[in-house]
């Protein structure tokens, strides 16, 4: 069966602190996978998609990770902000044919940052 | 970036009343659109597939006739909801995929809050 699992489910961090979230999948065959964050009643922004070959892509102080033998992605967060309370989600495309195939998402993790 | 507007942001209705949502992409062509619905502290649950100029394509479970999804150009897609009632009241985005290839990009509206009275 086909899913995506995240932990935590929530997490709370202080200001400029640096967390790691995590993303199992048994998603297959794999295509791509991507992290998005949506903020509370918006819709979700992409932060990066990571394909088979890619082992780790950055997009600011967000660093994704992405191990396809055992199935494992991460996001790192480095020097959190305020702003970085939001749920992060873990998308993972199954590949079918030539075209971006079915998506399956992970539950999210509510990540909230105090001051 | 690439841009979807969805419209309205947000909506009240009386129960038994439709609703149209709308999904466009602003900047860029979107063969393929899709729906989703979101409960409070969920994610996002698929409801439907949208293709340009044929049928939507719908998840197990959600009903094709409560939930009327047109595709009628290559950047718009609507949401009818019919006959609308309070379980219906639901936080709806749309997506598109904006590119071709295996590794297309996929932008998100911003939502629009349904609640039913």
């Known amino acids: 069966k086909n899913q995506v699992e995240q932990s935590p489910q929530s997490l709370i961090i202080l200001e400029g602190k640096n967390c790691t979230l995590q993303?199992?999948?048994?998603?297959?065959?794999?295509?791509?996978l991507r992290w998005y964050k949506q903020d509370t009643g918006r819709g979700p922004v992409s932060l990066t998609i990571?394909?088979?070959?890619?082992n780790t892509k950055s997009n600011g102080r967000y660093t994704a990770t992405l191990d396809a033998d055992t199935k494992q992605s991460s996001l790192h967060i480095t020097a959190s902000q305020l702003s970085d309370s939001a749920s992060y989600i873990c998308?993972?495309?199954?590949?079918?044919?030539?075209?971006?195939?079915?998506?399956?998402f992970g539950r999210g993790t509510q990540l909230t940052v105090w001051p | 970036g690439a841009v979807v507007s969805q419209h309205p942001s947000w909506v009240i209705c009386k129960s038994g009343t439709s609703v149209k949502i709308e999904c466009r992409s602003l900047?860029?062509?979107?063969?393929?659109m899709f729906w989703y619905r979101q409960f409070p502290k969920q994610s996002l649950m698929l409801m439907a597939t949208?293709?340009?100029?044929?049928?939507?394509?719908?998840e197990q479970g959600v009903e094709k006739d409560k939930f009327l999804i047109n595709h009628a150009s290559l950047t718009l897609s609507t949401l009818t909801v019919t006959s609308a009632h309070p379980e219906d009241s639901s936080f709806y985005i749309c997506?598109?995929?904006?590119?071709?290839?295996?590794?297309?990009?996929?932008?998100f509206g911003e939502g629009s809050r349904l609640t039913v009275l």
């Open positions: 997506s598109a995929r904006g590119g071709a290839g295996r590794t297309g990009e996929l932008f």
């Open positions: 993303c199992n999948y048994t998603v297959s065959p794999f295509s791509n």
């Open positions: 998308v993972v495309s199954a590949e079918r044919g030539s075209t971006l195939g079915r998506l399956y």
């Open positions: 900047d860029f062509q979107a063969t393929t």
């Open positions: 949208s293709n340009e100029g044929s049928k939507a394509t719908y």
């Open positions: 990571m394909t088979f070959s890619e």
